[in-house]
């Protein structure tokens, strides 16, 4: 009876040995990440094929974007005294505890954040987050070629601009409405480009709401997310480290230092207003 009792303890221990050594299972349980050092964000033109998983190895023989990264291929250094260093010298961040802020699918390319700060993490991808209730949800936009030659005024981009979308209750039933949608223009007569901004994350959800419409998605790119963070100036594969200013002015989110204690929601609100510029 002992021994069984001893076996089954050391069969627990291994299988919360096995959770907590994967930072992407599939039970989607919250295994605490540590955070060390101060608030430090990566603004990312991620590309098609790179993946935003934490899994060392894919099944494809694809690059993660950590992977990427790290490797200091795409880094555009603001400063010559930067070049030649690697991101842990730069950062002061362990190679660990980088996160993505949300996810990019394989095929999605364009802006993606990465960063140490687990509530910045937070506060960007759930509108429910009471910075994100307090400041205003942080809005994300992308540009799309979608199936169909569509105008304002079609059935498909009214649907997206007024209604919302059902996109089926196991990814989160009807979406809000993105207002702002838009026709950019026709790559060919059988497609159509298009611009909208949501403020909601659910899984893949800019692909699944022309799904159900039945006009498919054929390209995907983010282009900006929060105030006015874009891709300017960076190539795809390329990416920088955001300044302090630039993180507290786009994703109104104060650069702190993690291994204080957390802040109370009434502290994140009194130093998240953007100084002005002069």
């Not at 993490?121 to 809005?139: A, D, I, M, R, W």
């Not at 963070?229 to 480290?241: C, K, N, P, S, V």
């Not at 957390?262 to 994140?268: D, E, H, I, L, V």
């Amino acid at each position: 009876m002992l021994l069984g009792k001893a076996l089954s303890r050391m069969i627990i221990i291994a299988c919360l040995g096995l959770l907590l050594a994967s930072r992407d299972h599939a039970f989607g349980l919250a295994i605490p990440i540590r955070q060390s050092g101060r608030t430090v964000v990566l603004l990312y033109n991620k590309p098609s094929g790179v993946v935003t998983t934490h899994e060392e190895i894919d099944a494809k023989g694809r690059v993660n974007v950590y992977q990427d990264v790290l490797s200091m291929r795409g880094f555009v250094a603001s400063s010559p005294s930067d070049v030649n260093k690697t991101l842990q010298q730069l950062t002061g961040v362990n190679p660990t505890e980088w996160n993505a802020v949300g996810r990019l699918d394989a095929n999605t390319t364009g802006l993606l954040l990465i960063t140490n700060d687990g509530g910045l993490v937070h506060h960007v991808t759930n509108k429910s987050s009471k910075t994100s209730l307090e400041l205003g949800p942080l809005g994300k936009t992308y540009e799309a070629v979608i199936m169909g030659y569509h105008d304002n005024d079609s059935i498909v981009i009214r649907t997206v601009r007024e209604n919302g979308v059902d996109i089926g209750e196991k990814y989160g039933g009807l979406t809000a409405p993105a207002s702002d949608i838009a026709v950019l223009g026709h790559p060919t007569h059988k497609t159509t480009k298009v611009s909208l901004t949501i403020y909601e994350g659910k899984n893949r959800q800019v692909r699944r709401m022309f799904h159900a419409l039945g006009s498919g998605v054929m390209q995907l790119q983010r282009v900006s997310i929060g105030a006015n963070l874009t891709l300017a100036g960076l190539e795809i594969g390329q990416w920088r480290i955001l300044s302090d200013d630039e993180v507290l002015g786009n994703l109104k989110w104060a650069p702190r230092n993690l291994d204080s204690p957390k802040r109370s929601s009434q502290q994140r609100t009194a130093t998240s207003t953007p100084k002005k510029s002069h």
